[in-house]
């Protein structure tokens, strides 16, 4: 017999992060009519079962939360709401995983079950797994940043819960985050320093990838599989970003010809509709171009300090200086002070 919620959930499955930050929100005096002014959502739409919030609705939650709840701990409340609880199948499967490698492949494969990006493609680097958290919103201003820090919180603190309820020392994983967000405060506790990099990150030790949980229970693992698998196919935009991530990747390393008609024509949608499904992710086609260019660029001058040159080539620029300048663009700073900094962005800092 298997035990937990999963199969009284069915109608939480769309929106497992909204059931766990309303009545958060409502305890810390921020109603929910309150949490949803300026969104395009209402109390009684989510209470309808067969409601799906779309990424952008999503985003906005987030980014008002963010915004309007006075509370650093909320988005460590928020997750260890949805553990405990199992507010989506997603959770048990991931933890109930034979190993956190298979894990980190089903979080990746049914990430949008929880929230419209968690992480992109992994990278290992000498002893240690990366996963990079890619900026996600349909918001601009003040509000688009309010997302950006509460997806990566979110989804920094749903990877380090995972770690801690299969039982690993998540004290040797490190977290990356840019400048302008700040930790929340539980992982002072968990980690021995917090590092600083433009695009938020967190690295495993590759020796824990295949540590089994010692305490799995396989009905529940097979249930919760065959949930997310029938939540994704009802999600036709669910890999969505993720594809395209990859796609563009390769592009680049291949040095193949890049253009929104030829990632239209790969995806199988017409152009128009391609179009509509990056805006519904919050991007047109040249700035997931450029995020992917720059999770590449970063990753680069971790394994080799590359030339100018070089990196143009790698990136697919034909002309440096057109690198220069989007490097300056995306950092604030020119080639040459992202290579003499590289020493300093990936060190740790002591948490206090």
């Not at 799906?52 to 309007?68: G, I, Y």
């Amino acid at each position: 017999m298997c035990h937990g919620s999963t199969n009284d959930q069915r109608h939480l499955l769309g929106k497992p992060l909204v059931q766990a930050l309303l009545p958060l929100s409502e305890r810390r005096g921020v109603s929910s009519a309150e949490l949803l002014r300026g969104t395009t959502l209402s109390v009684q739409k989510l209470k309808l079962n067969n409601f799906r919030l779309t990424n952008h609705e999503l985003m906005s939650l987030l980014a008002s939360a963010e915004e309007k709840v006075n509370d650093p701990h909320l988005w460590q409340l928020v997750t260890e709401t949805l553990f405990r609880d199992k507010l989506s199948p997603l959770i048990d499967l991931i933890i109930h995983a034979k190993s956190l490698k298979q894990s980190l492949v089903h979080l990746s494969r049914f990430q949008n079950l929880l929230q419209p990006f968690l992480f992109t493609p992994t990278q290992q680097f000498g002893s240690s797994l990366q996963l990079d958290f890619i900026p996600v919103s349909g918001l601009s201003g003040k509000m688009g940043q309010h997302c950006y820090v509460a997806n990566c919180k979110v989804g920094i603190a749903i990877l380090l819960m995972l770690g801690r309820s299969r039982g690993l020392a998540i004290e040797q994983w490190q977290v990356y985050l840019p400048k302008e967000i700040s930790p929340l405060p539980i992982w002072s506790k968990w980690l021995k320093s917090i590092n600083s990099r433009p695009i938020s990150a967190l690295t495993i030790p590759v020796s824990q990838l295949t540590e089994k949980r010692p305490e799995r229970d396989l009905p529940r693992y097979y249930q919760a599989l065959s949930f997310c698998q029938i939540q994704q196919q009802t999600k036709a935009q669910s890999p969505f970003l993720l594809t395209i991530f990859k796609w563009l990747e390769n592009q680049i390393e291949m040095g193949g010809y890049i253009s929104l008609k030829e990632l239209a024509y790969e995806m199988g949608v017409s152009l128009s509709s391609c179009k509509r499904l990056l805006a519904s992710h919050g991007y047109n086609f040249q700035q997931v171009y450029d995020l992917v260019r720059l999770h590449k660029l970063l990753n680069l001058l971790q394994q080799h300090p590359y030339s100018n040159v070089e990196l143009a080539q790698r990136l697919g620029y034909s002309n440096p200086n057109n690198f220069r300048r989007a490097c300056k663009r995306w950092l604030g700073m020119v080639p040459d002070e992202l290579r003499r900094q590289s020493s300093t962005l990936f060190v740790s800092t002591r948490i206090t």
